[in-house]
């Protein structure tokens, strides 16, 4: 247990994140082979952590009043996840402002929905329900551990279940209200992060995933990892957006291959050699990345970028799948 800035943080150490492992419910907990050089291995072998985790019920109960619950993943750092995020989150709520969506950040180590969501220097304040996160607009709201940080240049230097305690803490002690989409951005990878929300969140039902990446065949390796990983966490995919596409000259509106997809047909060939659904390519625009520096809403500052008209496609989709609506809803 911690105080930072008059909040008090307690943190719940679960055993998450080594590979091969065996679980802690298991009879082999702490005593199998891969659980050598663990941190936990006594722990687990004490027979302390077999006990159901009372933090997977109080998420539960704490997301009962979220219609959707999307992860945005990649296993390759660099694609645009932390775009592509605040992209459909601001789409969605931009679309009906009877929608209530929220963003969660549990890139731990590398928070930047704050400044791309144009909220830096916000704080997190505490009522008797809980957390309430920051609002970028009446119905687009965002937690991130960016706002318990004194400067956006702090490092966060954290081991595993610290980090998982953490995310644990934002779904079950943030008072996210009634909403219709959380969307959740993670850091690249198939590690603590990922695992610790997909643990706290298996009773809370995750509706999908997204998978982000770009054309080029060494990102595309990786993304296939992240699908694995959602298939093996058994974890629905909703598709995936192939970011960075093309490159749209935003004066003479000529396009140009940036990444050109060397085999395979980049994302929309991965999609199909995967059986996933395919939602949409993302094309380069250079305004972009100037609103996402400046915390700017790209929709209103650039309504008239191919990437604007492509979003809203993929957005569509989105909905579609979330509410039931298309063939391949889930």
Known sequence: MRTHRGITLMFWYPTLGRHNCPGTTSEDAGKASMCAGCPNQMLCASGVTKEPDPGIARVKERLSTVKNKILVL????????STVTALVSRCLAAKDPDVNVAVLDIDICGPSQPRVLGALGEQVHQSGSGWSPVYIEDNLSLMSIGFLLSSPSDAVIWRGPKKNGMIRQFLSDVDWGNLDYLIMDTPPGTSDEHLSATSYLKDAVI?????????QQVALLDVRKEIDFCRKVNVPILGVIENMSIFVCPNCKDSVEIFPASTGGGGRGMAKDLDVDFLGSLPLDPRLARCCDEGKDFLTQVPESPTVLALQKIVQKITEKCEGKSDNCL
Do not use: E, N, R
């Open 207 to 215: 509706t999908g995933a997204i998978i982000v990446t770009t054309p």
């Open 74 to 81: 990649s296993g390759k750092g660099g694609v645009g996840k």
